[in-house]
């Protein structure tokens, strides 16, 4: 027995690189309502996102940002990575 992707469910697949840049913008520490505004009004984030002309509207949902991982060093086990 498949779960069902995404895709089954009626949502359609991010462009792999609209995803990476979104987990690397992400990473400045600032909130997804934050990331989703400056998102909007830098043409040099939509670029570095992929995107090839400037986009006037998000092309994801904004709450499917909290689905995500948060991808911080303590999921990894390292909890002092000075050590």
């Known amino acids: 027995m498949t ?3 995404a895709v089954d469910a009626g949502q359609s697949r991010l ?3 609209l995803v990476a840049g979104l987990f690397i913008l992400k990473h400045m520490h600032v909130s997804d309502e934050v990331l989703c505004a400056r998102w909007l009004e830098n043409p040099y984030y939509q670029f570095f996102c992929g995107e090839l002309s400037f986009c006037h509207k998000l092309p994801f949902d904004r709450s499917s940002l909290t689905h995500w991982p948060p991808g911080n060093s303590s999921r990894r086990g390292d909890s002092n990575p000075a050590e």
Request: aromatic share 0%.
């Open 15 to 17: 462009p792999t690189r």
């Open 3 to 5: 779960m069902p992707s």
